[in-house]
């Protein structure tokens, strides 16, 4: 199980550096941004990213986030 894990600003927007503000002024880890997943409860992570990313790209961050590179499989 993947848990994603949030926090909410509730004033004008206080995410760090490292952090994406959503559009509902939660933050998430930058890293997250445009990787094929939405993170943010709006899903504003995933908006005006371009190019889709092959399940390959989507792997690789997988395994980034899970510390593995065993155990992330894509099915078709």
Known sequence: ML????RVSVGPAECQPSEFQCRDNSCVNILYRCDGIED????SDELNCGEFQSAEQIKRLMQQRL???D???IQK
């Not at 848990?3 to 949030?6: E, G, K, P, T």
């Not at 943010?40 to 899903?43: G, I, L, M, R, V």
Request: glycine content about 8%; hydrophobic content about 35%; aromatic content about 8%.
């Open 3 to 6: 848990v994603v894990m949030y």
């Open 71 to 73: 155990n992330v499989a």
């Open 67 to 69: 510390g593995s590179h």
């Open 40 to 43: 943010c409860p709006d899903s």
